[in-house]
Each structure stands twice: as C-alpha cells, then as structure tokens.
C-alpha cells in the first residue's frame, strides 16, 4: 500500500519540516517512508512544495507527486481547487482555514473529503508565530489514520529541543482535537 501527500505551504510556515515528522513518525510504525521538497525562490513567503511517500514497501520514486491520496494545505490563502490539482478522487484535502465545514466543500465539491481547522489560531496561541507545520500533521493524523498521534508526537520529542518539543506536543495534541471532517 503506497499513500502520497503533497503539502503546500509558504517559507516560514514549515511544510518542509511537517513532511520530514510525517515520515519520520511512519518508519519509527515500520513503513518505509521518504520526505522531500521541491523550492521556487527560497525565501520566506514564497510557495514551497514538499512530498510524501509512505508504504509498507522499498520506495525507489523520487519524482514529485502528481496524484496524490492526499494534500495538506498550511497557508489559508492557498486554499482552492487549484492548490489540490491532481488529487485523487476521494482522497483527503488538509485544510489550515478559518473557513468551516459547508464553505469547503462549496470549494472542494463532494469529490473529496475535506479536513480542517484554524492551525494558524493554535500556532499563535502557543508559539505567538504562524508555524503550523507540527499542527497540520496531527490534522493529518486526525483525519486520515495515515500516521498515528503517539508516533508524531515521538517524532517531535527526536526532532526539537525539550522546550520547543513541550509547545509542539501542545500544538499537536489541540490540533489533533479540533480537526474536524466532511
């Protein structure tokens, strides 16, 4: 079973960063799993791209991913029809949006299911930053089962100092909470 996610982001709000926990979280589960970006002009603010691929097999692929099962979206100002080109029907859109439920699917239609909540909200109550990346893999957990909380949470006490990994954990076990799916 091969599953793919692409994320999508801008520099600065850690979509590089959420691709490498995610996969990290998946092979401390026994899968095999590779992380990677892809850049347009380095600097903050600017569209970053990064991909997964996670199976129960040896992942030789490296290619960006085209049609992806899933797509997380970290920027509100990213979420669209477009941003999700590609995505296979039925597949999962990760949405960081103030928006709720009914406005989503006026964008996404009944094609895919659509997760949510307001990463950006719960970033700036813990951290007082816009980093959203460790709260968009729980919502990614919440909603689709690909990697499990307690190997995310495992993956942010590896990758971040104690300090840093005790806020992430707070951020991670909220957003897991509030993500919501229709």
Do not use: C
């Not at 007082?128 to 909603?143: D, E, G, Y």
């Amino acid at each position: 079973m091969l599953t793919e996610i692409r994320w999508h982001g801008r520099g600065g709000q850690g979509a590089v960063t959420a691709a490498e926990l995610t996969a990290y979280a998946s092979i401390m589960r026994g899968l095999y799993a590779i992380a990677f970006p892809e850049f347009g002009a380095e600097r903050r603010g600017a569209p970053v791209t990064a991909y997964n691929r996670i199976s129960d097999r040896v992942i030789y692929d490296r290619s960006p991913v085209e049609s992806p099962d899933v797509v997380v979206i970290l920027d509100p100002s990213m979420v669209s029809l477009e941003t999700v080109r590609g995505l296979k029907e039925g597949g999962y859109v990760v949405a960081n949006t103030a928006k709720r439920g009914p406005e989503l699917k006026a964008i996404f239609g009944e094609k895919y299911k659509v997760a949510y909540l307001n990463a950006t909200a719960i970033a700036m109550e813990v951290f007082r930053l816009p980093i959203v990346n460790t709260a968009m893999v729980a919502a990614l957990a919440a909603a689709t089962k690909v990697v499990d909380l307690d190997a995310i949470l495992e993956a942010v006490r590896a990758r971040f100092s104690a300090r840093l990994a005790s806020l992430n954990e707070q951020v991670v076990r909220k957003a897991y909470e509030l993500t919501e799916v229709v």
